[in-house]
C-alpha cells in the first residue's frame, strides 16, 4: 500500500508518496505555491486545521502562525465560507468554526485499518481539491493502477452521480470515497455492484453506531425517506473480461446550510446520529467495500440478495417509473438474483435493469 500523491490535472508527471493530504490541482483557487518537488498542504488546509485545533482564534494569531498577512487571511476565510464551512468571527475572539470538523489525514485512515487490509490495499490519494474522485481514478487506469486502490477528496468541483446528477457536499460536510477493483471475469457479473457496495456502506455506518438507514435502488442510501448518500459504479475494459470498476460513494455527514441548495429531500448523519470521525467511516468503508466486493466476485449477487431485501426501502411500495418521457405506476416487488428491479404492473411483473429508468417512490 501507498500514499500517492499525483499533481491534479497534470499529465506525464512522476508521482512521489507523501503521508498526508495530497494539495489542489495548480488551476485551483487555494492551489499550491510550492512546486512539485516540494509538496505542501494549500494555504486553505492549513488555515482549516488551524482553526479545528481551537475554539477560537484571533487573526492576528493566525496570519503569524501561517506567516501571512491577516488580509490574507480574511481571504482564505472567505474561500472556506463560499466552500460551505460555516465560520463566525468577532472582534473579541477572532475565527471559530460554528460546528467542527475532522480534516481527512491518510495515516489516520490507514491506522484504523486492519493490518491485513493495509497490505491489501493498492494506493491511498488523498486529495483537498479535485474534480471528481471516480475521474481521478478513471485517469490512471491506462497507466496500470493497481487493484484495490482508493481515492478521497475534501472538495469535488465536478462530483457527480448516476445520469450526470451534481454531486456535491460542503468541504468537511460529508465523505466523498472511490475505490478501483479488477475483475478478471466478464463484464456481466458486474450486475448488482451498486448495491453491494450500498451494503457495505450500510455496514461502515453501523460499525460507526449510525443505524436506521437502507437502500434505495438501484445506488442509494435513504433515512427516513430522504437521501442519505449515493453511489456511482463505472465500468470499463473487455465485455468478455478482464473489466474494471470504479465505485464511488457520497455521504451526507453534516449538511448545514448546504441543505437548502439540494433539490431533493435529503438528510445527513448527525440528523440520526452522534456524528462518526470522518477518518474512522473512512477505513470502515475501505475495509467494508473490500472484504463484500471480494465475496461477490466470487459468488455473485445472489448471497446478497436475502440482506439487501431487508433494508429494501421500495420493496412493497407504489412507485412511478420514467421511461424517457413516459410515467408508469407499478408497486416495487424487490430485486431478481442479479440485483435488477422487480416491478408488478397492472398487466404483469416487469424487469427492470439499473440504466433504464428513474425511481420514485410515491409517499
Not at 155 to 164: F, H, K, N, P, V
Not at 332 to 355: T, W
Request: hydrophobic share 45%; glycine share 10%.
Amino acid at each position: 500500500m501507498g500514499v500517492r500523491w499525483t499533481p491534479a490535472d497534470s499529465a506525464g508527471q512522476r508521482a512521489r508518496k507523501v503521508p498526508r493530504t495530497l494539495p489542489a490541482p495548480p488551476t485551483a483557487p487555494d492551489a499550491m505555491t510550492a512546486p512539485p518537488s516540494q509538496p505542501t498542504a494549500p494555504p486553505a488546509r492549513d488555515l482549516l486545521a488551524l482553526l479545528a485545533a481551537h475554539t477560537a482564534i484571533p487573526g492576528k494569531v493566525l496570519a503569524a502562525q501561517l506567516g501571512v498577512s491577516r488580509a490574507a487571511i480574511w481571504k482564505q476565510v472567505e474561500q472556506l465560507r463560499a466552500a460551505g464551512v460555516a465560520i463566525s468571527a468577532s472582534n473579541a475572539d477572532g475565527y471559530r468554526l460554528d460546528a467542527p470538523i475532522e480534516l481527512l489525514d491518510a495515516d489516520a485512515i490507514t491506522a484504523a485499518l486492519p493490518t491485513a487490509m493495509r497490505r491489501r490495499l493498492g494506493e491511498l490519494e488523498l486529495h483537498w481539491r479535485i474534480d471528481s474522485t471516480n475521474s481521478a481514478l478513471l485517469r490512471r487506469i491506462d497507466d496500470g493502477l493497481p487493484d484495490r486502490s482508493v481515492c478521497l477528496a475534501e472538495l469535488q468541483s465536478a462530483g457527480r452521480g448516476r445520469r450526470g446528477r451534481a454531486w456535491q457536499m460542503p468541504l468537511g460536510g460529508g465523505l466523498a470515497l472511490s475505490c478501483h477493483r479488477i475483475c478478471e471475469g466478464a463484464m456481466v457479473r458486474l450486475a448488482g455492484l451498486s448495491l453491494v457496495a450500498g451494503l457495505a456502506a450500510l455496514d461502515a455506518l453501523a460499525d460507526c453506531g449510525v443505524e436506521g438507514v437502507g437502500l434505495k435502488w438501484p445506488n442509494d442510501l435513504f433515512a427516513r425517506d430522504a437521501k442519505l448518500g449515493g453511489i456511482l459504479v463505472e465500468l470499463g475494459g473487455e465485455a468478455l473480461g478482464p473489466c474494471h470498476a470504479v465505485i464511488g460513494i457520497g455521504i451526507n455527514l453534516r449538511l448545514g446550510a448546504h441543505a437548502a441548495q439540494i433539490d431533493q429531500r435529503a438528510i445527513d448523519v448527525a440528523a440520526l446520529a452522534a456524528l462518526p470521525s470522518r477518518n474512522q467511516l473512512a477505513a470502515r468503508l475501505i475495509f467494508r467495500l473490500d472484504t463484500m466486493i471480494d465475496q461477490f466476485l466470487r459468488d455473485g449477487f445472489a448471497v446478497f440478495a436475502a440482506r439487501q431485501a431487508q433494508v429494501d426501502v421500495l420493496r412493497g411500495r407504489d412507485i412511478e417509473i420514467l421511461r424517457g418521457t413516459r410515467r408508469e405506476q407499478g408497486v416495487a416487488a424487490g430485486v431478481d438474483p442479479r440485483g435488477a428491479l422487480r416491478v408488478r404492473f397492472a398487466e404483469g411483473e416487469q424487469v427492470i435493469d439499473s440504466g433504464e429508468v428513474s425511481v420514485r417512490a410515491k409517499p
